[in-house]
Structures are given as C-alpha cells and as structure tokens.
C-alpha cells in the first residue's frame, strides 16, 4: 500500500504518507529492487472501503480473531467514522493479493518514480503512463479490486472456521 494517482490523499497536499515519509527509501526500493514491485494506491484503497455496517458486524463476532482484529483497528475505525461512511482496511488489501492474487482484477505495468526534491511534490508517486522515459517498465500498478472476494477472505480471517 502506497502512493497515489490523483494527487488527493489525505496525508499531505499531493502525496501519500508511506512514499511522502520516506522517498529517499522509495526511490531505492523502485530503482534497486531485484524482484516484481506491486503497488496498490492510496485511491484503490480509499474507493473499496467497507461499508460500516459489514465491517462492525464482521468484527463482532464472538472469536479471539475478530476480537483482536477489533482491537487493533479501534482507533482507525474511530477516526475513519468520523469522516466517512466507509472503513477502509489499508494493510488487508495487501494482505489479500498475498494469499489470493485473482482478488486484482486490472493491474498496469509501468515505470513508476518518486519526486524527491519538489517543494509541492515531494514524494509524490510518478507513473509513466505515456512512456516518455526509456527505461524498464518496474512497477505493477492495482487498478481495480473484486472487493466482494476481499470481503469473503476478511470473513474467513475474523471467524472461527
């Protein structure tokens, strides 16, 4: 989970928080990797969010699972409803494409880059859309998400099956 296509996340004017803590790190990790790099951006996320009711009754259940996942996302779960209708389980989308990869329904293959010295732009997330740089294509870019399969894994890890 990291970066952004649009420029809106939350955390800073026009980037997001994981590649805007750190983009030095971000720069060597998408310039140095050896092996495939898959972002999934702050928007996919953000647009595939839970409805409360679905979520609340998930993590209800009578079970240490989804009491501790009720725990762990207590704070989360109270900013998130304050300002929105949806809660949005960032690091378990992550999670579900390593158990199940089919739960990405659209992915783009492009070279992707950080901002690293931009007053405004700093660690903002830069994807060749158009092929301009000459360069292997680094990065698999989540566009799309089957939410409903998400949904059905996020019950299984809060039940007791």
């Known amino acids: ?3 952004e296509l649009e420029g809106r996340a939350a955390a ?5 928080f994981n590649f805007t803590s750190d983009p030095e790190a971000v720069h060597v990790v998408l310039n140095e990797s050896k092996c495939p790099i898959v972002i999934i951006p702050y928007e996919i ?14 993590i209800s259940q009578n079970n240490k699972k ?13 900013r998130e409803q304050s300002r929105a209708h ?3 389980p960032w690091d ?4 579900a494409y390593l158990v199940d990869r089919s739960v990405v329904t659209n992915m783009a ?3 992707v880059q950080v901002e690293l010295h931009g007053s405004l732009t700093r660690g903002k997330m830069v994807p060749d859309w158009n092929r301009k740089v000459q360069k292997d294509h680094n990065t698999n870019i989540i566009m799309e998400l089957d939410i ?11 039940s007791n099956a």
């Open 109 to 111: 293959n492009v070279l």
């Open 148 to 158: 409903d399969k998400i949904k059905i894994l996020f019950l299984k890890m809060c």
């Open 45 to 58: 996320c953000q647009n595939n969010g839970f409805d409360f009711d679905y979520y609340i009754s998930t």
């Open 1 to 3: 989970m990291g970066g």
């Open 12 to 16: 800073f004017l026009t980037s997001e």
């Open 66 to 78: 989804a009491n501790f996942i009720k725990a762990i996302t207590s704070n989360s779960l109270k």
């Open 86 to 88: 949806i809660y949005t």
């Open 92 to 95: 378990f989308y992550a999670l």
